[in-house]
């Protein structure tokens, strides 16, 4: 079975500092994908990132990035230079080939200016 | 594209009314899913079809909830009668799973925020 942690329930920080949030997943598959979704208090489900279980490349986007790490189990996300707007809850998930999105129970940031 | 369209976006209804909740996934996605998120209980999965066909529903809370897909662009989940304890936010997300290295990306709705009172 799937399964996805995400460690910390809420953090805060103040604005500009960098922040990373933590996740941990398990599945026997090989063949899996990791994404983070952002939901932000207008509540919908924002997708940021997608990444397949074979490109362990970490990846930049603007001020957020992702560390994929197979051998720890892991899928980090990183906000550098955080900003009021980033306040929200963020959902790292993970889905195989014939099983559906299995959440993690999401993380509370909160950006204080 | 227009992304997963959900309807209605809020929806306040009476404890014993039927409620029916709407999805249009994205065009040539082969998989949807509903979603239920409270406060409660996070985010569950309630079912998911492929390819119209429902695939596990073990995730419906009980026979008052049904839900149809009835061909590739359309979805309802329906709530009958409906209790208060079924206020929750309901999203709607679909897949494809048939584009290779830039598929398998999974679009959510902007969610249907139903209050039973």
């Known amino acids: 079975a799937q399964k996805v942690t995400q460690a910390q329930t809420e953090i805060s920080v103040v604005e500009k500092e960098d922040v990373t949030l933590d996740c941990v997943y398990e599945?026997?598959?090989?063949?899996?994908?990791l994404f983070w979704y952002k939901q932000p208090p207008s509540g919908e489900l924002v997708f940021l990132i997608r990444?397949?279980?074979?490109?362990?490349q970490n990846e930049i986007s603007g001020r957020y990035s992702w560390n994929f790490q197979k051998s720890t189990s892991s899928f980090n996300f990183t906000i550098t230079a955080s900003q009021v707007v980033d306040s929200a809850v963020y959902f790292c998930?993970?889905?195989?080939?014939?099983?559906?999105?299995?959440f993690g129970k999401g993380t509370r940031l909160s950006v204080i200016a | 594209d227009a992304g997963v369209i959900q309807s209605p976006r809020h929806e306040v209804t009476e404890m014993g009314q039927e409620v029916t909740l709407r999805c249009k996934p994205i065009?040539?996605?082969?998989?949807l899913f509903w979603y239920r998120q409270t406060m409660m209980r996070g985010l569950e999965l309630l079912i998911y079809?492929?390819?119209?066909?429902?695939?596990?529903d073990s995730g419906m809370p009980e026979d008052r909830f049904s839900a149809k897909m009835p061909n590739a662009s359309f979805s309802t989940l329906k709530i009958q009668p409906s209790e208060p304890r079924d206020s929750a936010v309901y999203f709607c997300?679909?897949?494809?799973?048939?584009?290779?290295?830039?598929?398998?990306?999974?679009?959510f709705g902007e969610g249907s925020w139903l209050t039973v009172v």
């Open positions: 990444r397949n279980s074979f490109d362990e």
């Open positions: 065009s040539g996605h082969d998989y």
């Open positions: 079809f492929n390819n119209n066909v429902p695939i596990d």
């Open positions: 997300a679909s897949r494809n799973t048939t584009g290779g290295l830039s598929g398998n990306t999974i679009y």
């Open positions: 599945t026997r598959d090989t063949t899996y994908y």
């Open positions: 998930a993970l889905v195989t080939l014939n099983t559906p999105l299995v």
